[in-house]
């Protein structure tokens, strides 16, 4: 099959005329699994669309975790006009129960999608600003009515009716100082500091092996990280939290709502207790230095007290952050604590909420002041770490009906998300003895193969 359903897509050359806009097609930013599913609801409704993928291939960033599991099934990871679209093509849905590593998320759903997309999809097509054509942040009088203007990196510039913005956050992680801020001297050891979960029993074994390794952050990607550099010989790993004790990280043991998530904190735990890990708490990383003996990483806590450890590798497991610049000539209306927009942000809120208690939400939750720029997917809900993918195909729907002027669809929004469903623990224990033990990040678990675990058989959520 050549092409998606929908008329062609309008080839665009730069021009300083502004075409009208019906002519001009819905640009969706990012070809991950929710731009993906973003385009085969505009196919689905014969609009005509452009998906730029700033990477070589559909899910590029995905690409860079293929070693990790995802801790949903099948079930919750394919969008239902994905799935139509790949059915009438011939395509076989994997097992619903199983749970994919992003390689297989690749190969078996966004590989074969991105296909159907044909010319539809362009990758190499970093964006690199977004305005309206002729029309700065602060110009009002008939800004609706001008075309988005879209940059891309080398200088072309194409135009666009609506733009859906699925680029992620996976290039924008959270740096390894506190307070938010890089630590001193971060950028000068750059090539020393990996981001979360580094390939550490793969493609990457040889920079970690036999290397002093320290791991910042509490989350389920540092414990990932710390429980496959366990399984290297001669490798002396520390760990490094902000907190006065690792209790948080290490979960509810047998008691936690998520058996997989309790044994991964229970091994963690006797991991520390035995020394193979050396915890440190109130760790603030403040500055960073190479030494001849390695890299010198310094903490300074809120009452100036310091305390160092030299290592060889730093593994910077402190999650991301969206990245609006590209947009900073449009009009957001942004929560100021999370980055997403503020009708959102008490839905998402990681204080009250976990990946399975966020409410669906849709076309209105994520309408910003600017009239056709949408933010979608992990990049919507700004810091918070409560996204899912089935989430992400719910707000594409929505809004994409939306565009299509359907706003009785576009506000139906509905999400089959039962908070004991979303994680399979009885399919995770299954897995777990031919796969590892699985373990999250960024609110949908994830994990890399680790030593074979017993967990129960109790239901739960990520978070």
Not at 188 to 207: C, Q, W
Not at 306 to 322: K, L, W
Not at 393 to 410: H, I, K, L, M, P
């Amino acid at each position: 099959m050549s092409g998606c359903c929908g008329p062609a897509a309008v080839e665009l050359e730069p021009s300083a005329q502004a075409a009208r806009p019906d002519e001009l097609p819905i640009v969706v930013i990012g070809a991950g699994p929710v731009g993906l599913a973003a385009a085969a609801h505009l196919a689905e409704r014969n609009l005509d669309y452009l998906v730029l993928e700033a990477g070589e291939q559909a899910g590029a960033s995905v690409a860079k975790w293929g070693h990790v599991r995802v801790f949903s099934p099948w079930k919750y990871n394919i969008d239902a006009a994905a799935r139509r679209l790949l059915e009438a093509d011939g395509w076989t849905a994997p097992d619903p129960e199983w749970l994919p590593t992003g390689a297989e998320l690749i190969d078996d759903y966004l590989a074969p999608l991105a296909k159907l997309m044909g010319e539809r999809l362009r990758t190499n097509a970093k964006v690199t600003a977004i305005s309206r054509l002729g029309y700065d942040r602060v110009r009002t009088n008939g800004r609706e009515q001008a075309p988005f203007l879209i940059r891309l990196e080398g200088g072309q510039e194409l135009q666009a009716r609506t733009v859906i913005d699925s680029s992620g956050t996976y290039t924008s992680p959270n740096v390894l100082g506190a307070s938010g801020l890089p630590a001193h001297s971060e950028e000068s050891v750059a090539d020393l500091i990996d981001h979360a979960l580094p390939d550490v029993l793969g493609t990457d074994r040889d920079r970690y092996e036999g290397s002093r390794v320290m791991v910042v952050g509490a989350g389920h990607s540092a414990a990932t990280t710390l429980l496959a550099l366990a399984q290297l010989t001669d490798t002396p790993i520390t760990w490094a939290i902000r907190a006065g004790n690792a209790g948080r990280a290490y979960g509810g043991g047998d008691a936690d709502a998520l058996p997989a998530r309790g044994a991964l904190g229970t091994r963690l735990h006797a991991l520390v207790a035995s020394g193979r890990i050396q915890l440190l708490t109130g760790f603030f990383t403040h500055r960073v230095h190479a030494t001849g003996d390695g890299v010198e990483v310094i903490s300074r806590d809120p009452s100036g007290a310091e305390q160092s450890v030299t290592v060889d590798r730093i593994v910077s497991a402190t999650g991301y952050r969206p990245d609006h610049s590209i947009a900073s000539e449009l009009r957001l209306d942004l929560d100021p604590i999370l980055g997403s927009t503020r009708a959102l942000a008490p839905l998402i809120d990681p204080n009250q909420h976990s990946c399975g208690t966020v409410p669906a939400h849709g076309v209105d939750e994520l309408a910003h002041p600017e009239p056709g720029y949408y933010a979608v997917g992990v990049k919507s809900y700004g810091r918070a770490p409560t996204f899912l993918m089935a989430t992400g195909y719910e707000q594409v729907r929505s809004v994409v009906a939306a565009v299509a002027g359907d706003w009785e669809a576009a506000r139906d929004v509905q999400l089959d998300l039962p908070e004991t469903g979303v994680c399979s623990s009885n399919l995770a224990e299954a897995q777990e003895q031919r796969v590892g033990l699985a373990t999250g990040i960024s609110g949908g678990l994830l994990s890399s193969p680790l030593p074979l675990v017993t967990v129960a058989s109790d239901g739960g959520c990520c978070s």
